[in-house]
């Protein structure tokens, strides 16, 4: 099995924690000072460089401004569709 971080699936992770940055009209350094990290964690999560754990998440989220509840529900769907797809 191939690790997570480098998997298709874990892509999508990054790619929606940049659109929800984006959306919040955030820098990666605001998204960094918001949650007590240095700037170079943020951009390490978007690249697919750092994995992040589900308590990063959840404080990833509210520093976003977003539902954590509703966002991990969100990527559970987005996950299920991708693997399907894989399969």
């Known amino acids: 099995m191939t690790k997570t971080i480098y998997s298709n ?3 999508l992770f990054c790619d929606h924690i940049r659109e929800l940055r984006k959306k919040a009209g955030m820098t990666q350094r605001d998204l960094a000072k918001a949650v007590g990290r ?4 943020v951009a ?8 992040v754990d589900f308590v990063e998440a959840y404080q990833i ?3 976003l401004g977003v539902n954590p509840e509703r966002e991990a529900a969100t990527l559970i769907r987005k996950l299920e569709k ?3 797809s894989l399969s």
């Open 61 to 63: 989220f509210l520093a």
């Open 44 to 51: 390490r999560i978007e690249l697919g460089e750092r994995r």
């Open 38 to 41: 240095e700037h170079g964690m």
């Open 9 to 11: 699936l874990s892509g």
């Open 82 to 84: 991708a693997a399907k």
